[in-house]
């Protein structure tokens, strides 16, 4: 799950069509816990704040914007012990921080900036060269921007995808 922008390889994959348009820009992001990744989201505008007022008490939420799908993910980092029967003998053991792959569509990868940047292009180059290099689990290796890691899921054993 990797894609060259300008000779920079990238943790992502990148869904182009038959003319070469991009329709499609997914990577995987861990941190330890959701609330570090709205941080990340709200300040690269992949999520915004919304307030309503119900029975006069303001209420505020995040969401995402539209195109920017985010889809948690349980990841398992030792597997269950079963029997001959395939029972369980022992549980899996979960990893308890927050893992979640990001889909981004439809206009959202059309945005640019005033050079003609993608703004997708933009963000992924930013966390390559200024992110720290760091390891997920004691194996995946990534990049970490404010507490959130951008994870290289081409060396992860068993990775999952999600469709938009």
Known sequence: MTYTIQGIEVFADVV?????????????LNAPSPTHVEAAALAKNLMVTKQETQDGVLRDWVE????????????????????AQGEVIAEPVMDTSYSVNLVLVGDLVRKVDEHGWFLWELLLLEWMGAGAETTVNGKVPGLAMSGVSLIDMSKVQTPQGAVA
């Open 64 to 83: 995402e914007v539209p195109h920017a799908n985010f889809f948690p993910v349980a990841v398992e980092l030792v597997p269950a012990v079963r029997d």
């Open 16 to 28: 182009e069509d038959e003319n070469g348009t991009v329709g499609q820009v997914s990577f995987a």
